[in-house]
Nanobody, 127 residues
Framework: QVHLVESGGGSVQAGGSLRLSCAAS????????MGWFRQAPGKRREGVAA????????YYTDSVKGRFTISLDNAQNMLYLQMNSLKPEDTAMYYC????????????????????WGQGTQVTVSS
C-alpha cells in the first residue's frame, strides 16, 4: 500500500499557474501508475492527468491538454502537476492517486477505479 500526500494548491487568478506536488511513501516506479483527479462541488470526480508506471506515457483529459503537464521524479518518489493558463472552471479539490500497475491500462488510467487516494489539495481560480 502506498500513502500519498499532496501540496501546492492555492488561489490564483485566471491565466496564472500552480504546481501541485504529491509525495509517495514508497517507490512507485514500475509498481503503480499515478494520476491527478479533481472534484468540484456538485460534480463527479474526473481524471485530469495520468502517467504510466514507468513514466513513459502520459494521458490528459481534453479540457487540460496543452495547459497541464504531469511528471514523475522517481528518485524522490514525487509526482507533479504543472498547471498553466488556469481557468475558473479548473477550480476543484485535486487528488493524487496511485493504482497498481497490473490494473493500469490506456483505457482505464483516467477512470477513478482501483486507485489509492491522497487527502486532496484545493485549487481556486478566480476570474
Amino acid at each position: 500500500q502506498v500513502h500519498l500526500v499532496e501540496s501546492g494548491g492555492g488561489s490564483v487568478q485566471a491565466g496564472g499557474s500552480l504546481r501541485l506536488s504529491c509525495a509517495a511513501s514508497r517507490d512507485t516506479y514500475n509498481l503503480y501508475c499515478m494520476g491527478w483527479f479533481r472534484q468540484a462541488p456538485g460534480k463527479r470526480r474526473e481524471g485530469v492527468a495520468a502517467i504510466s508506471s514507468r513514466g513513459t506515457s502520459t494521458y490528459y483529459t481534453d479540457s487540460v491538454k496543452g495547459r497541464f503537464t504531469i511528471s514523475l521524479d522517481n528518485a524522490q518518489n514525487m509526482l507533479y502537476l504543472q498547471m498553466n493558463s488556469l481557468k475558473p472552471e479548473d477550480t476543484a479539490m485535486y487528488y493524487c492517486a496511485a493504482k497498481p500497475a497490473g490494473v493500469c491500462s490506456t483505457s482505464s488510467i483516467l477512470i477513478d477505479q482501483y486507485y489509492t487516494w491522497g487527502q486532496g489539495t484545493q485549487v481556486t481560480v478566480s476570474s
